[in-house]
């Protein structure tokens, strides 16, 4: 089992956790919690935090905070198996706001620090029309230069998520692994196929094949009807066909 760090950014309102200044003076921001190290897991179990993102709430904003929680998973001395995996990034014009496409690049970074010798590895990405970034290759180690095509994705155009997803898939070949599509989104598919019932379909017939699909959703605006569809649909084929 490998280890896994994981970091999810969920929104909660004002007053649930968050401390109320009865009176300041200037409109300063508040200063925000230290970010301690998260304990270690102990006896194979996960190690959960949760902080926010400020110590408090300004009388005068909109009263939304964000929520930091880091999953932690034990270390372990076994090596993971090789992995076919073909990330396929959102670069459509929405990912411009909320620093969704800031987040896409650091998800792709922290992907590629964790490949490793062995796996396989393909870049898509989408906006009005899909393109293969770099068609799928053994990992070298060289992580720097696809640090460097994960720099240059910017924001631009619709989201044509299906072609997207498709060419994702269609990187994979054959493998002695595990092969998986991930897809990087904020799921507003508004070019092309945008069914959420066509998207579960065909993932859920990936599955069956062993093709994995997993979805991270990104932005307060996210498509959680579709993305989440699309998790459900891998996850009902993966728990039928054990």
Known sequence: MERWHVTLLCLVAAGAGVILAPSLGAPALPTPPPLLPVAPPEDGLLALDARLDQSAALPWSDGTRH???TVTAPDTDHERVPVDVALVVDTSGSM???????????AADELIDALRPGDRFALVTFDDQARVLLPSEVFDGDAARLHRMVESLHDDGGTNLWDGLQLGHDQLGAFDGPRKVLVVSDG???????????FASIVQEWSARGITSSTIGLGRDFNETLLERMADAARSEEHTSE
């Not at 620093?99 to 896409?104: D, H, L, N």
């Open 188 to 198: 507003i598919a508004n070019i092309g196929e945008t069914r959420p019932d066509a």
């Open 96 to 106: 411009g706001a909320e620093g969704k496409i800031e987040a896409a690049r650091a």
């Open 67 to 69: 929520l930091v929680v």
